[in-house]
């Protein structure tokens, strides 16, 4: 591996923030944090005219082609802008439409999202609230050709704005990925609260809804297969995301450090206040070194790829919340306010620390991995 980024990566990722510092100000955060669905189609529409919405999708269904490392590099600059919206759940369902669709119906949804005409989420979170695949309990019914899908998916990132949902479910033992148009008869989409506004949340109700089973993602009958695939990918461009969110929050401590006054000098003069800044710098670092190595882990095809995903999402997620809270430390009582911008970072670094799961679920899956491995050796 290459620790660092080639010529063309750092141009994209450059690319990326000149072209988000011009569109995505933070009077604009605020402006979508406060609409109904932080999204704003002007903007997203810029966003797919960059190639974003396609960044990962095979040019043979419209998309750039490009591999994990390009995306992180993106997902860092999103990260720094607090970027609202559908982005990351969007690349979250064509990832599920990637490893599960046939070819027709990678050509039915990748083309249009590549293009930014069709947003799609993915449905999968349930009472329980865990992103353990063994969490999924709604059951689907088959009948004469159909499934007929009945019950509640919680916390689904941006609903209101998809046109496309793709809803995990059972048949069974087996696993099932249904996509269910926006219009479909029986969908109903009701705002839940949530911590981040820059990305809004809500309760997907199936009732009685139906598709047909032509329609359905099958993965060639590993579903669970495609859905782990999946996460992988949506939770290596969070943790980048992450690392960019981090870096915005260290830029701005040690700017307001250096300008910030106290018994006739900057704060930053003082002792205290540059450990602060130093464990940031740490931290960033790891988290950023541990990110941008699962991306190359899942373009490589790497068989410690799932590991290093888990590795990375574990310790960003921490990391996230520590470098959050150094960073109102270090500005004090304005860092509490809504009038200053940390407040967007503090928020996304709390959503985004449970999102595809906290540091102790993908902890957990690591011993798994690990014993699974041990268990593996021990039989060969």
Not at 79 to 87: S, V
Not at 134 to 141: I, Q
Not at 258 to 265: A, I, P, S, V
Request: contains cysteine; charged residues 25%.
């Amino acid at each position: 591996m290459d620790f660092d980024l080639s010529k063309p990566q750092k141009l994209l990722k450059d690319s990326a923030r000149e072209f988000l510092a011009r569109e995505c100000k933070p009077e604009k955060v605020r402006e979508l944090m406060a609409s109904e669905t932080a999204h704003d189609e002007k903007l997203w529409q810029n966003i797919a005219d960059q190639g974003w919405t396609g960044l990962t999708i095979a040019e043979d269904y419209g998309g750039l082609g490009l591999g994990f490392v390009e995306l992180a590099a993106v997902a860092e600059e999103m990260g720094r802008a607090c970027l609202p919206g559908a982005f990351l759940s969007n690349l979250f369902a064509a990832a599920l439409v990637e490893h599960a669709g046939n070819a027709d119906q990678k050509a039915k949804y990748l083309e249009p999202i590549a293009l930014g005409e069709m947003k799609a989420t993915a449905a999968f979170l349930e009472a329980s609230a865990t992103w353990d695949l063994d969490g999924v309990k709604l059951n689907a019914t088959r009948d004469d050709g159909n499934f007929t899908v009945s019950g509640k998916k919680l916390f689904v990132a941006d609903a209101e704005t998809a046109d496309l949902i793709i809803c995990a479910a059972r048949d069974g033992e087996n696993f099932l990925l249904l996509p269910v148009g926006k219009n479909a008869d029986g969908l109903t989409v009701k705002i839940m609260p949530s911590m981040d506004a820059t990305r809004k949340i809500y309760e997907v109700d199936f009732n009685e809804v139906t598709i047909a089973e032509a329609d359905i993602l099958s993965a060639d009958g590993d579903a669970r297969g495609a859905l782990k695939a999946a996460m992988d990918a949506a939770t290596v461009a969070l943790c980048a995301e992450m690392v960019g969110g981090m870096q915005w929050i260290l830029d701005a401590s040690v700017e307001y450090a250096k300008t910030r006054q106290q018994f006739g000098k900057p704060i930053g003069a003082f002792q205290a206040v540059q450990h602060q800044c130093a464990d940031m710098v740490l931290m960033i670092e790891s988290a950023r070194s541990a990110a941008y190595y699962a991306a190359w882990t899942l373009t490589e095809k790497d068989a410690a790829a799932s590991a290093a995903v888990s590795i990375a999402k574990a310790y960003c997620s921490d990391a996230f919340r520590e470098v959050a809270n150094r960073g109102v430390q270090i500005h004090g009582g304005i860092g509490f306010t809504w009038e200053h911008d940390l407040q967007f970072y503090y928020k996304r670094s709390k959503a985004s620390e449970t999102m595809f799961g906290d540091a102790t679920f993908h902890r957990e899956k690591l011993a798994k991995i690990i014993i699974d491995g041990n268990k593996q050796t021990i039989k060969t």
